[in-house]
C-alpha cells in the first residue's frame, strides 16, 4: 500500500468514528485555510531555497548548503509526532531512506517540537529518518509555511488534548503546513508538495522519480 492510500485509509476511519459535530468544525477549518492564501504564498517549484542550519535530536547541525555540496535534498515539514498522519509519512520516508541514499539525496523532516523529548522518542524510537528541530518554526517561516491556526482548529485540538505546548516551541497556536521540497544542487526548488489538508503528503516514489530526473539532467563530469 502507498503512502497516500495508508492516508486515506486512516482519515477514513478517523472520519467514521468522529462526531459529525467534530467533522463540520475540521472541515471548516481546513476551508479557512485554503482560502487564507498560504498554501499559494509557501515557496513553490522554480524559487530559490533558502539557506539555514538547523540541529538534529543528538545535536549535530544540518546545514541545507553544506548538504547541496554533495547532492540534492529533500526536506519534510511535518506537523509533530503527535499527528498520526505525520508518523505514517514519517515511516513511509523511514522505509524509503536507502533509495534515497543510494541516489545521493540527504532526507530530513523538520517540526518544531524537539526530536529530544521523552514522549517524542517513545513515539518516534523506531524511525532513523534523521529529525531537525525547528524553534519557532523559524525555517518554515523563511519558506512561508506557517500558518495561525483557524479558531475551529484551536478548538478541535483542545478537544483532542493538545495545547501550544505540544503543537511546538513557538508558544502560539500556528503551526506549518505540511510540506515536502526536493532542492536541486543549484538551490533552485525542483519539487515542492504543500498542502492545507494534513491528511495529504508527496509519495516517496513521487520524490525518488523527481530525483531520478534531476540526474538525467545534469551534464556528464569530467
Known amino acids: 500500500m502507498g ?9 477514513g476511519a ?15 477549518a481546513l476551508a479557512r485555510i485554503r482560502a487564507s492564501g498560504t498554501m499559494e504564498g509557501a515557496l513553490q517549484e522554480g524559487e530559490t531555497a533558502p539557506d539555514f542550519e538547523l540541529p538534529d535530536g543528538e545535536g ?9 555540496d554533495e ?29 534515497f541514499r543510494r541516489r545521493g539525496a540527504a532526507l530530513v523532516a523538520i517540526s518544531g517540537e524537539h526530536p529530544a523529548l521523552p514522549e517524542v522518542r517513545e513515539r518516534l524510537a523506531h524511525l532513523k529518518l534523521r529529525r531537525l528541530f ?16 483557524p479558531d475551529e ?17 513557538s508558544g502560539r497556536w500556528e503551526l506549518p503546513l505540511p510540506a515536502t521540497y526536493l532542492i536541486g544542487t543549484d538551490g533552485i526548488v525542483d519539487y515542492a508538495h504543500v498542502e492545507a489538508d494534513f491528511t495529504q503528503r508527496a509519495e516517496p516514489e513521487e520524490v ?8 538525467l539532467g545534469r551534464p556528464a563530469s569530467g
Open 3 to 11: 503512502l497516500r492510500a495508508e492516508l486515506a485509509s486512516a482519515a
Open 14 to 28: 478517523a472520519r467514521r468514528q468522529r462526531e459529525p459535530g467534530r467533522q463540520a468544525m475540521l472541515d471548516l
Open 60 to 68: 549535530m547541525r544540518f546545514s541545507l548548503m553544506r548538504a547541496l
Open 71 to 99: 547532492g540534492p535534498a529533500v526536506l519534510m515539514f511535518y506537523r509533530g509526532s503527535w499527528c498520526p498522519y505525520c508518523r505514517i509519512a514519517l515511516e513511509a520516508y523511514d522505509a524509503a531512506a536507502s533509495e
Open 134 to 149: 525547528d524553534f519557532d518554526h523559524r525555517v518554515a517561516r523563511l519558506f512561508d509555511l506557517v500558518f495561525p491556526m
Open 153 to 169: 482548529l484551536v478548538a478541535f485540538s483542545r478537544a483532542a488534548g493538545l495545547d501550544t505546548a505540544t503543537i511546538g516551541s
Open 208 to 215: 525518488l522519480a523527481r530525483i531520478d530526473r534531476l540526474s
